[in-house]
């Protein structure tokens, strides 16, 4: 089994920057692409970002591209996300994922494309 413990989350001002990180343990050699997703209140589960296993490829969604940077050190089995110039709407509970199938293929968007989830740390950005 896979365990995913996400820390980092925090409340910060608009424009300000929060890390994330993602610790896996257990069976680390079965995930494959990682990823992050985030939950406001009422609304669905959304892709935020992911990387590849061997952190060759990396993905966002627009409304954080050129502000949040994806990143993973397979060897401290470890994934983080740099959230830099945060707004409001980037407030919300944000998931580490995990993928137990290789490839890096369309399911990486989606929630349903994923195995493994953390518990979730909450990121709250006030204006």
């Known amino acids: 089994q896979v365990q995913l413990v996400e820390s980092g989350g925090g409340l910060v001002q608009a424009g300000g920057s929060l890390r994330l990180s993602c610790a896996a343990s257990g069976r680390t050699f079965s995930i494959y692409t990682m990823g992050w997703f985030r939950q406001a209140p009422g609304k669905e589960r959304e892709f935020v970002s992911c990387?590849?296993?061997?952190?060759?490829?990396?993905s966002y969604a627009d409304s954080v591209k050129g502000r949040f940077t994806i990143s993973r050190d397979n060897a401290k089995n470890t994934m983080s996300l740099q959230m830099n110039s945060l707004k409001p709407e980037d407030t919300a509970v944000y998931y580490c994922?995990?993928?137990?199938?290789?490839?890096?293929?369309?399911?990486?968007?989606?929630?349903?494309?994923?195995?493994?989830w953390g518990q979730g740390t909450q990121v709250t950005v006030s204006s």
């Open positions: 994922a995990g993928k137990k199938t290789a490839g890096y293929d369309s399911s990486r968007y989606a929630p349903t494309g994923y195995d493994y």
């Open positions: 990387i590849s296993q061997s952190g060759s490829f990396t």
